[in-house]
């Protein structure tokens, strides 16, 4: 008798284990599950709007603005299926180019530079329309060192391309991924 209890529990366990997973596939057709291959999470939004970022930096560098606007532009319509509009989208950066500079980081035994550092800060204000939590006003600042043998000129076309893609990357980070 004891025997065939052990065994009846057995049986049961195997049809309760089919039917749990049988409920759980058919109660689930009215979860919608969505996966990202970036991690944006634009959850709610269905546009986004990217204002043209102007430069107050006290050094201007033509074509900057244009550059990082274009780049964040690209990396929004790249990255997530959001909508570009002009006007306002349920999210919108804005902001302005605050700082573009380069200033020696070290000193050789000579008392000339040995490295200088190249930096680019930006402004930027984000407003989430469908989680207005999500909304920010930050300031994002990156840099690039270069050989003081070499002229800003000679470097800067490069560098800031590269400068531009990190704070672009950095925004994109804050505003969508939550980092």
Partial sequence: MELKCKHARSSFRIISVPLLLLA???????CKISYSFTGASTT?????SIQYFQNRASLVQPGLSQS?????IDKCKSQTSLGVVNGLGDANF??????????????SANALAAVNRFTITVK?????????????????S???DYDSALDLNQVEGDLSEE????IVEDVFNAAFVNW
């Avoid at 759980?24 to 009215?30: A, K």
């Avoid at 804005?94 to 000193?107: F, S």
């Fill in 163 to 166: 400068i531009i893609g990190l």
């Fill in 94 to 107: 804005e902001g302005e180019i605050t700082d573009y500079n380069t200033k020696p980081l070290t000193v």
């Fill in 124 to 140: 930027v204000k984000f407003t989430n329309a469908a989680d207005p939590d999500l909304s920010f006003e930050r300031t994002f």
């Fill in 24 to 30: 759980l596939m058919t109660g689930s057709n009215g």
């Fill in 142 to 144: 990156r840099y690039a």
């Fill in 44 to 48: 709610g939004l269905k546009s986004v």
């Fill in 68 to 72: 990082l606007t274009d780049a964040l």
